[in-house]
């Protein structure tokens, strides 16, 4: 099987599932308790947050746990919010992950003024249109450091910057669950990212709140995570988690590289097809581990049922999104729509891929889109 | 005091001398609906009684009974000896609960006395028991017309209080009809279509049309779970999931781009057609309804028609969108239907499909390609499933 869906997942690296075990079946106590082993559990639990943080490049005190991407991005924007007293403005970019997009939705109806920057044909928000948009009276901008659709990249210091000049108050916000560890994690106020998408185990995420930040609580209880998170802290996600990030901070730029050089040997292949289109930004402006190619006159959803068949997983679009044809609201943002819209494949890389399959998986697909192509509508 | 389901049924009663063997299929079929259940079903003067079901499942099995066709209305009943004072206190028991949290509310007694010899009639158990219930409930008043609660008392082998009605399926009772096969798609009509003549007392046995490898394994799902929720009213359905591909893009092979659709129409009739054969199904059932779609005209049925010899049932074809869409929603498939993959009429779509097309020219076309040996090799790695 050629596994090209790494940004709706990655496979568990086996240092990380082990360490998941351990903490599982072995050191299994509650962190909270007060005996000897729990406490050496706290401790442990302590170093994971530090290997965070260390990738983060912040305080451990700034890293807090939680159980997904998704809470994350809703702790960030209700928790700030609700320590706002009144209302005022709301920024995201119109390219968001529903868990950023919703949420600001249902801040729209909470009373918030809630507005879209737009994006630009390859996905990166708007800056001139951004800036804007801000008004002093603005309290939150969020925009994803990279597009899990298109793999457009967000220049998010840039935002804070123009945040500091227009709109002090404004706490800055960043989705990472696809830019960690692929990049920096950029300056801003918040940032979040999940440990499924870095080979950890599904169900284990983290908020970065810098510090001075004002945000309050989302899950309420027994105060774990200094009060921010309640809920018995997830141990074995946690350690698997610093496992993965400690792999992948070791071997960074060869990761990075190999995913890249997989990704350009498949869009070369690729681009020999005839109607192929890139969407998103060029090669190198781009993230390393996404490509989004339409196959003009083929169905996106028909091509991929065909490499299923074919042992090859790729997608169509965010597998958080329920999609209905001609409403992929993050192309429609980008004014990717028609038979491009439905003709988009988006495959998205790790470091385990190889250019092998890159070359196996493009001999496929060519073959299959000239059989669809057969049957396109004329 | 025994709590019991008393079910009233519809136009059973107009059978004549068919009317017992209309009265047993609605019998089994009850059975069948409740058999976890282990309930004791009793027929007797218009009247279906079920007795024996613990309290915990009675909601659940009122629920399934609601799906029941050829039940007109149901009601959550106890059944007390016939003495008076015990009729009175489970009245007022029954009203107790009725009026919980209600500050005033209008009523009247409904008494039906198929025992003759009883000591009241009709109209005395009326006047008396409305009399008791005024004097024991103040915030209660009479209106004989439009009341808020009915209080009703069946005077029979023992009496039967109960308020509200529940209302049922109607229809005729399932198997009744005999058989007929439903074409199924995982859209949103055919689903409605089956359930209508299930309705009217057919059994179904249902055919589907797959496009593997590019329609996904969750489009397949789909027409099982949505099979699975028509057969929540219609009983066991026979499922036969046939794939399609290979036909599909011959008839794009060959045949003229426009007459595509028409084309494929006609051949998954004759496979239908097949099944029912095989089946003993008498019909063939399809959601389609005048001018949806191209393959919808009139023109286009008369073609799809021409393909087989049974007898092709289209409920829906007076139907607007909306209205199906309604009946979808009451039914309980509408959101499964609406679930966005791709299925086998949508993979390969002419762009410009002819909307009058002519019989002649369909035959024609047809005639280029000899399916027998493609229908074979369907119809041979055709899945049967039994869905309940």
């Given at each position: 099987m050629i596994y090209f869906d790494n940004s709706a997942t990655t496979p568990v690296l086996p240092k990380a599932a082990d360490e998941a075990k351990r903490y599982m079946t072995?050191?299994?106590?509650?962190?909270?308790?007060?005996y000897s082993p729990a406490v050496k559990l706290e401790r442990d639990v302590t170093e994971a947050r530090a290997v965070i943080a260390r990738a983060m490049g912040?305080?451990?005190?700034?890293v807090y746990f939680t159980s997904c991407g998704t809470e994350s991005n809703n702790t960030a924007l209700f928790g700030t919010l609700r320590a706002v007293h009144g209302t005022g403005r709301v920024i995201i970019s119109a390219a968001e992950h529903p868990s950023v997009y919703e949420a600001a939705m249902e801040l729209r109806e909470m009373g918030w003024d809630v507005k879209l920057a737009p994006v630009l044909e390859t996905g990166e928000v708007d800056l001139a249109a951004l800036e804007e948009l801000?008004?002093?009276?603005?309290r939150l901008i969020s925009c994803m450091?990279?597009?899990?659709?298109?793999?457009a990249v967000n220049d998010i210091a840039a935002i804070e910057k123009l945040a500091r000049r227009r709109a002090p108050d404004a706490a800055v916000h960043s989705?990472?669950?696809?830019?960690f560890m692929k990049y920096d994690m950029p300056s801003c106020s918040l940032y979040s990212v999940s440990g499924h998408k870095l080979h950890a185990p599904k169900g284990v995420g983290a908020l970065y709140v810098k510090s001075g930040v004002k945000i309050k609580p989302y899950l309420i209880g027994g105060?774990?995570?200094?009060?921010l998170r309640s809920g018995t802290v997830n141990t074995p996600g946690i350690m698997a988690f610093a496992e993965s990030v400690r792999d992948f901070s070791q071997h960074r730029s060869e990761y990075v590289r190999q995913m890249l050089e997989v990704k350009k040997r498949l869009y070369a292949n690729l681009s020999r097809i005839r109607d192929v289109r890139l969407n998103g930004p060029d090669m190198e402006s781009g993230a390393p581990h996404i490509l989004n190619v339409s196959f003009m006159g083929v169905r996106g959803e028909v091509l991929l049922n065909a490499l299923s068949e074919k042992g090859i997983c790729v997608s169509?679009?965010?597998?958080?999104a329920a999609q209905k044809r001609g409403k992929n609201r993050v192309l429609n943002a980008c004014g990717i729509t028609g038979d491009r819209q439905d003709g988009a494949v988006r495959f998205s890389f790790s470091h385990l891929n190889t250019v092998r399959e890159a070359d196996t998986a493009a001999a496929i697909i060519e073959e299959q889109v000239a059989i669809l192509r057969k049957y396109r509508r004329r | 005091m025994e709590k019991v389901l008393l079910v009233r049924y519809t136009?059973?009663?107009?059978?004549?001398?068919?009317r017992p063997y209309f009265e047993r299929a609605l019998v089994d079929n009850m059975k069948r609906a409740l058999h976890e259940f282990s309930p004791r079903i009793e027929r007797e003067h218009g009247r279906i009684y079920v007795r024996n079901i613990a309290e915990e499942h009675m909601d659940e099995a009122a629920d399934r009974l609601t799906r029941?066709?050829?039940?007109?209305s149901l009601s959550h009943a106890v059944a007390v000896d016939k003495d008076w004072e015990t009729v009175v206190s489970a009245a007022a028991e029954l009203m107790e609960k009725r009026l919980e949290g209600v500050s005033s509310a209008t009523f009247k007694v409904l008494a039906r006395r198929?025992?003759?010899?009883?000591?009241?009639n009709s109209d005395e158990i009326n006047r008396e028991l409305g009399g008791r219930m005024l004097e024991k409930f103040p915030q209660l008043s009479v209106d004989v017309?439009?009341?808020?609660i009915k209080l009703s008392v069946e005077v029979r082998d023992m009496a039967y209080i109960y308020c509200d009605e529940i209302p049922g399926s109607a229809?005729?009772?399932?198997?009744?009809?005999g058989k007929a096969t439903l074409l199924i798609s995982?859209?949103?009509d055919s689903p409605v279509a089956g359930y209508m003549m299930a309705k009217r007392g057919l059994t179904l046995s249902a055919v589907h049309f797959y496009?593997?490898?590019?329609?996904?394994e969750r489009a397949r799902d789909k027409v099982v779970e949505l099979t699975q929720l028509v057969s929540r009213y219609a009983g066991e359905v026979r499922l036969y999931l046939v794939p399609f591909t290979e036909i599909q893009m011959t008839i794009y092979e060959k045949c003229p781009e426009k007459e595509t659709t028409v084309l494929m129409r006609r051949l998954m009739m004759r496979i239908a057609e097949r099944f029912a054969r095989q089946e003993g199904a008498l019909a063939l059932i399809t959601g389609e309804s005048l001018?949806?779609?191209?393959?919808?005209t009139l023109e286009a049925l008369v073609c799809t028609n021409d393909a087989v010899t049974l007898p092709v049932f289209?409920?829906?074809?007076?139907?607007?969108k909306d209205e199906i869409m309604d009946v979808a929603r009451r039914i309980g498939t509408y959101e499964t239907s609406i679930l966005p993959y791709e299925d086998c009429c949508t993979v390969f779509v002419p762009k410009h499909p002819v909307t009058k097309p002519k019989l002649d020219d369909l035959r024609t076309s047809e005639a280029l390609v000899d399916w027998t040996e493609m229908i074979e090799r369907a119809v041979e790695k055709t899945e049967l499933m039994t869905i309940k």
């Open positions: 072995e050191v299994y106590y509650n962190p909270a308790a007060a912040c305080d451990k005190s700034e801000i008004t002093p009276n603005t450091q990279v597009n899990n659709e298109l793999g989705d990472g669950v696809q830019g105060g774990q995570e200094s009060g169509t679009g965010s597998a958080c | 136009e059973i009663h107009l059978k004549g001398l068919n029941v066709f050829g039940i007109h198929s025992d003759k010899h009883y000591f009241m017309h439009k009341p808020e229809g005729m009772p399932t198997g009744t009809a995982g859209g949103i496009s593997y490898p590019y329609t996904s001018g949806q779609v191209a393959s919808q289209r409920p829906l074809i007076g139907f607007d």
